[in-house]
């Protein structure tokens, strides 16, 4: 009987890692600061101005989302998928950037100032006017990448060609 | 005489491969009848990257220009100084709205891309 507890207590924990409350705070008032949204689907919803300051974003799919201006600041996104989302003038400032997929996303203005950036995948996004600053993007790609006037700092290691 | 003929041809080549704005929607709209042409008007601003970007790089691929200059007059207004013309509607910015004859929007392309893509949806419209 034990068993059959705690097997279904890891299974709902692995369903739902992130906090319902949060979801539903996030989804009501559009802000979720210091929240667990871990392995939540936030897939085309609309983000923008949003408040994520220091929440627990890892693995959170965000392809096809709307989030202008919205703020990441010291969140941990790893795992994240932001494919084909428009995150225009959004801020990543002290971010914890591992594994995450920005694949054709659209971050014009986007601040990535002392964020982690580790293998994070950059291809045929639009970075334009965006700023990097105490990065090191050496294991990232940028292949494809729109880097107009994108600021890349003196302290930024592996600034793309 | 013959420096000035030369300056002529010198500046009419430059010219020759830029697109010419139009900032006025009745005179784009006349202009287009006209040449038997679309317009292509961009509601865009200064402040905008993803706007300069697309006059500063992707208007200036020859490509393009080439296929812009054959099929439409282009028209730009700017968000801090002109209005949109009635019936027409827009969530940001660059917005190019594609305009018939009869001053109807026919189709409308938001946000800038790379130049090869742009292209790519230009030719999707026809």
Redesign the interface.
Known sequence: MKNIILSVLICSNLLFAFDINDLKKLKEDGDCPMCDLSYADLKGLDLSMSNLNDANLTHVNFTNTIAHKANFSNSDLSHALFVNSNIKGATFVNAILRDVNFTEARIWKGNFSHAIIDNCNFSESALGSAIFDDNNLTNSTFGGAILYKTIFKENVIGIPK | MKSLLLIIACTLALFAGELQFEHNFNKALQKAKTQNKEVMMMYSATWC??C??MK??VFKNKEVVSYIKKHFIVLTLDIQKDTLPEGFNYI?IPTFFFIDKNAKEKNKII????ADIFLQNLKALK
């Open positions: 990257p993803e300069n970007y500063e790089v940001g946000g800038g891309s790379k």
